[in-house]
T-cell receptor, first 114, second 115 residues
Framework: EAQVTQNPRYLITVTGKKLTVTCSQN?????MSWYRQDPGLGLRQIYY???????DKGDVPEGYKVSRKEKRNFPLILESPSPNQTSLYFC?????????????FGSGTRLTVV | AQSVTQLDSQVPVFEEAPVELRCNYS??????LFWYVQYPNQGLQLLLK??????LVKGINGFEAEFNKSQTSFHLRKPSVHISDTAEYFC?????????????FGAGTQVVVTP
């Protein structure tokens, strides 16, 4: 089944403790992206990647890191999480051709930083 | 950078009635446009997209949207809604070309369908 898989689904952590949210896609997609969703704000893009080793900032990149060493994986790293990073996070991927444009989303990771 | 305005935060509608969700974007340059749906406690699902060609786009679940370049709008419609259409709907826009991946979302419109 074609899908984007995020882990974990739920995570509670403490301020300052480094964490990684993994994301993997099995559709051989070139584009991948991370979004955060907060009530009343919709989805805001954190980072996106056009291909292996090519990443760019979205609208809210502060406090986050990403890497794209392999085409299928795009982990999101919070080096020193803070309470304002409590949110629902989505990973997404998309193909490169115009017929494939349009992100396919994972099921989400609900992060709570205390 | 693009920005997206969804003019209604919540739209109550009766079952079998029509619904229209309004979306306006900021730039008049060439764009790609999308509508997504999010059911409770789920991820986002692509409803439809406009990349080029006909300005009337048909999507899944009986939804359609019309691209209006002069008004920079991409409103979503369904002629007759079901209870199962209760969800949050997001409009999204990006520039054409390789930077399309920088996809901007609106704040969402919550649709509540009642019998």
């Amino acid at each position: 089944e074609a899908q984007v898989t995020q882990n974990p689904r739920y995570l509670i952590t403490v301020t300052g403790k480094k964490l990684t949210v993994t994301c993997s896609q099995n559709m051989n997609h070139e584009y991948m992206s991370w979004y955060r969703q907060d009530p009343g704000l919709g989805l805001r893009q954190i980072y996106y990647s056009m291909n292996v080793e090519v990443t760019d900032k979205g609208d809210v990149p502060e406090g986050y890191k990403v890497s794209r060493k392999e085409k299928r994986n795009f982990p999101l790293i919070l080096e020193s999480p803070s309470p304002n990073q409590t949110s629902l996070y989505f990973c997404a991927s998309s193909g490169h051709s115009s017929a494939d444009y349009g992100y396919t989303f994972g099921s989400g990771t609900r992060l709570t930083v205390v | 950078a693009q920005s997206v305005t969804q003019l209604d935060s919540q739209v109550p509608v009766f079952e079998e009635a029509p619904v229209e969700l309004r979306c306006n974007y900021s730039s008049s340059v060439s764009v790609y446009l999308f509508w997504y749906v999010q059911y409770p406690n789920q991820g986002l699902q692509l409803l439809l997209k406009y990349l080029s060609g006909s300005t009337l786009v048909k999507g899944i679940n009986g939804f359609e949207a019309e691209f209006n370049k002069s008004q920079t709008s991409f409103h979503l419609r369904k002629p007759s809604v079901h209870i199962s259409d209760t969800a949050e709907y997001f409009c999204a826009v990006s520039d054409r070309g390789d930077s399309w991946g920088k996809l901007q979302f609106g704040a969402g419109t919550q649709v509540v369908v009642t019998p």
